[in-house]
Each structure stands twice: as C-alpha cells, then as structure tokens.
Nanobody
Framework: QGQLAESGGGSVQAGGSLRLSCAASGYTYSRYCMGWFRQAPGKEREGVAVIDSVGRISVADSVKGRFTIAEENDKNTLYLQMVSLKPEDTAMYYC??????????????????????WGQGTQVTVSS
C-alpha cells in the first residue's frame, strides 16, 4: 500500500516563503499525475499545481508566478516552492496522486475527485 507524506508547512508573514515536500513510498507506477491541492475552512478543495510523468506542469492562475512545482524522482519526492505568500494562501495543503494516467487523461487536473491517493495534509498559515 503506497503512502504520500507531506511536510514543510508552517506559519509565515505575508511576503514570506515556504517549501512543501511530499514523499511517496510504495508506488511503482511509471505513469502518474501528482500535485498539490489546498483547502481553506469553508471552501472547496482546489488544485494548486500538478506534474505528470513526462514533466508537463499545470498551475492555477491564483498562484502562477509565485508557486513552483518540482519533483526529484530519485528521492520519490514532490515539492511545492511558495514565494510571495499572501494571507489568502492560508489553507491545508494536500499532496495528491493518480497513477497509470497522465494529468491530461483526468479530464481536468483541478478535479480533486479524480485523484485516488492523498496525503494527510500540512497546514500553511500566512499572516498579514
């Protein structure tokens, strides 16, 4: 049984930076769509950024230019580098994955229900 484990969340002031990590273990698929979602209290879970097995990246407009998704395959780790953080970025951030498919095969990468593998989440709080 595979696992996704996030780390790196915390509390920062507006304008600050954080780097989230997602360590994947127990998966042996060569094709995947993996990425980051976030959910603020009372709001829908929303897609932040994803990357697939051939390196195609999609990023939400709300974070474009501020957040960067990257992967380190030899460490089975996914990252989300976040800079210029805003209070509206405050949310629980989740690592998500769907295997045996590339992101374009999910219909829309933003649909959280298209992903069957999730981490526990890591909290990011940005104060003004």
């Amino acid at each position: 049984q595979g696992q996704l484990a996030e780390s790196g969340g915390g509390s920062v002031q507006a304008g600050g930076s954080l780097r989230l990590s997602c360590a994947a273990s127990g998966y042996t698929y060569s094709r995947y769509c993996m990425g980051w979602f976030r959910q603020a209290p009372g709001k829908e879970r929303e897609g932040v950024a994803v990357i697939d097995s051939v390196g195609r990246i999609s990023v939400a407009d709300s974070v474009k230019g501020r957040f960067t998704i990257a992967e380190e395959n030899d460490k089975n780790t996914l990252y989300l580098q976040m800079v210029s953080l805003k209070p509206e970025d405050t949310a629980m951030y989740y690592c998500a994955a769907e295997f045996s498919k590339d992101c374009w095969q999910l219909g829309s990468w933003r649909r959280h229900y298209a992903y069957n593998h999730w981490g526990q989440g890591t909290q990011v709080t940005v104060s003004s």
